[in-house]
């Protein structure tokens, strides 16, 4: 006789969640199939890239940032055991693979990425379309700003700012005035208590002048411009409960890591319950595992997603359906990681509903951005910004693509 507990299990989970393993085979679209993985590193004058490139049976290949070259060989062995010969269009049943399988949140998250370009090409449909369509025509985004070297304490200066930004429609500045302040170099700026999860006190001087920087901030811009502290996880909670309590008044946008989520996710939740201002934080955190707990304790209303920990766009979107489920935002962080896993963070704004703005500093594709920060292009055709905010492209897959012609080293992984 069938033992019905059984058969009931394996009609609800299904024959490869029996196994441990999801089939990837399973909902196959085509006989495509993952034919190879390759790793490119792109140059030109003194910086690098490397990039991810999957390639299908039909020729059409996908790309993702890769940042973790080190560990490139192992990538190339969970290829050949769960990638090739598999059907490209299974995202999701490779995800779940790979996430049981245990391999690197940022490996499974370059996968992920390329595989959804790669299927946005297969298909000739940018990948917003394949995330469930597009919610918004355009995506706000926003930067680190703030006066000259020079005119750091100037009252003036940060007024300036304020007036100059107010001139530009959506636009929001973001500035940690902790670490400003600690770049004088000439005066105290933490009190000497450490606490139990690292965090630390500031001195009333470094209080003050957090308070004198959103206040000629507001002074200069009215309500014309959203304001944002990246706090980068320096304070303890009773540091960041005293500093926010003199900024309320000036309506930030939020306050980013006031204390560290990686230490301590509670002392979080403290700030939170004690202040007005909008706590974000996520960062340092990976996959859904740690935004799960995050939302769980309340300990932000707005998640930063970095993009490249979260586990490509199949479990950025599942982080964003359980924060939506919770009234909370989605604002992804962004600093330096290639501008491919920055169009595919715009990709998943498109398409998530409860998105507040995305972060767009260091992309080194922008031509109207720092020269510094900007000096090389490496895609076909550059990322374009109109003021504070960004419409995609429209084209197949992310969007955007990396110049071949830059290549001057392609590995085999598998």
Same mark, same amino acid.
């Given at each position: 006789?069938?033992?019905?507990?059984?058969?009931?299990?394996?009609?609800? &989970?299904? @024959?490869?969640?029996?196994?441990?393993?999801?089939?990837?085979?399973?909902?196959?679209?085509?006989?495509? !199939?993952?034919?190879?993985?390759?790793?490119?590193?792109?140059?030109? +004058?003194?910086?690098?890239?490397?990039?991810?490139?999957?390639?299908?049976?039909?020729?059409?290949?996908?790309?993702?940032?890769?940042? %973790?070259? %080190?560990? @490139?060989?192992?990538? $190339?062995?969970?290829?050949?055991?769960?990638?090739?010969?598999? +059907?490209?269009?299974?995202?999701?049943?490779?995800?779940?693979?790979?996430?049981?399988?245990?391999?690197?949140?940022?490996?499974?998250?370059?996968?992920?990425?390329?595989?959804?370009?790669?299927?946005?090409?297969?298909? /000739?449909?940018?990948?917003?379309?394949?995330? /469930?369509?597009?919610?918004? %025509?355009?995506?706000?985004?926003?930067?680190?700003?703030?006066?000259?070297?020079?005119?750091?304490? +100037?009252?003036?200066?940060?007024?300036?700012? $304020?007036?100059?930004?107010?001139?530009?429609?959506?636009?929001?500045?973001?500035?940690?005035?902790?670490?400003?302040?600690?770049?004088?170099?000439?005066?105290?700026?933490? #009190?000497?208590?450490?606490?139990?999860?690292?965090?630390?006190?500031?001195?009333? #001087?470094?209080?003050?002048?957090? #308070?004198?920087?959103?206040?000629?901030?507001?002074?200069?811009?009215?309500?014309?411009?959203?304001?944002? !502290?990246? /706090?980068?996880?320096?304070?303890?909670? *009773?540091?960041?409960?005293?500093?926010?309590?003199?900024?309320?008044?000036?309506?930030?946008?939020?306050?980013?890591?006031?204390?560290?989520?990686?230490?301590?996710?509670?002392?979080?939740?403290?700030?939170?319950?004690?202040?007005?201002?909008?706590?974000?934080?996520?960062?340092?955190?990976?996959?859904?595992?740690? =935004?799960?707990?995050?939302?769980?304790?309340?300990?932000?209303?707005? &998640?930063?997603?970095?993009?490249?920990?979260? $586990? $490509?766009?199949?479990?950025?979107?599942?982080?964003?359906?359980? *924060?939506?489920?919770? /009234?909370?935002?989605?604002?992804?962080?962004?600093?330096?990681?290639?501008?491919?896993?920055?169009?595919?963070? @715009?990709?998943?704004?498109?398409?998530?509903?409860?998105?507040?703005?995305?972060?767009?500093?260091?992309?080194?594709?922008?031509?109207?951005?720092?020269?510094?920060?900007?000096?090389?292009?490496?895609?076909?055709?550059?990322?374009?910004?109109?003021?504070?905010? =960004?419409?995609?492209?429209?084209?197949?897959?992310?969007?955007?693509?990396?110049?071949?012609?830059?290549?001057?080293?392609?590995?085999? &992984?598998?």
């Amino acid at each position: 006789m069938t033992n019905r507990r059984n058969f009931l299990k394996q009609s609800v &989970l299904g @024959a490869g969640a029996i196994t441990g393993l999801p089939r990837l085979d399973l909902a196959a679209q085509s006989s495509d !199939h993952i034919a190879a993985l390759e790793l490119l590193t792109l140059k030109q +004058n003194s910086e690098q890239r490397h990039v991810l490139k999957i390639i299908s049976s039909t020729g059409t290949a996908g790309y993702a940032d890769f940042p %973790d070259l %080190d560990y @490139a060989p192992a990538l $190339g062995g969970v290829a050949r055991e769960h990638l090739i010969g598999a +059907n490209p269009f299974a995202v999701e049943a490779i995800w779940s693979t790979m996430r049981r399988a245990g391999v690197l949140c940022s490996h499974r998250t370059a996968v992920d990425y390329a595989l959804w370009d790669l299927l946005g090409r297969e298909t /000739g449909r940018p990948v917003y379309e394949l995330l /469930g369509g597009p919610v918004r %025509d355009r995506i706000r985004i926003y930067y680190y700003g703030k006066p000259p070297k020079k005119q750091l304490e +100037n009252e003036d200066a940060w007024r300036a700012l $304020g007036r100059d930004l107010a001139k530009q429609p959506g636009a929001v500045v973001k500035v940690d005035p902790w670490l400003v302040y600690e770049r004088f170099g000439d005066r105290k700026v933490w #009190e000497d208590t450490v606490y139990e999860s690292g965090g630390r006190m500031p001195t009333e #001087e470094n209080i003050k002048y957090n #308070e004198m920087v959103f206040r000629c901030l507001r002074e200069g811009a009215g309500d014309k411009v959203d304001l944002i !502290h990246g /706090g980068h996880g320096q304070c303890s909670a *009773a540091g960041a409960i005293a500093t926010c309590k003199p900024l309320e008044k000036y309506d930030l946008l939020w306050i980013e890591e006031p204390t560290a989520a990686t230490s301590s996710m509670d002392e979080m939740a403290e700030v939170a319950a004690a202040t007005t201002i909008p706590i974000a934080t996520g960062e340092n955190l990976q996959g859904l595992d740690d =935004f799960t707990r995050l939302i769980d304790k309340r300990a932000a209303s707005i &998640l930063n997603l970095s993009p490249p920990n979260v $586990g $490509g766009l199949t479990e950025a979107r599942k982080i964003a359906s359980l *924060a939506e489920m919770r /009234g909370l935002q989605i604002a992804p962080h962004f600093f330096s990681y290639g501008p491919l896993t920055w169009v595919a963070m @715009a990709n998943l704004c498109m398409a998530t509903p409860n998105v507040l703005i995305l972060e767009a500093n260091t992309l080194r594709e922008n031509p109207t951005g720092p020269k510094g920060l900007n000096k090389n292009q490496f895609f076909k055709e550059p990322i374009q910004f109109d003021g504070y905010y =960004f419409k995609p492209s429209g084209k197949p897959g992310l969007g955007y693509e990396y110049d071949e012609k830059f290549v001057v080293s392609r590995k085999r &992984l598998a």
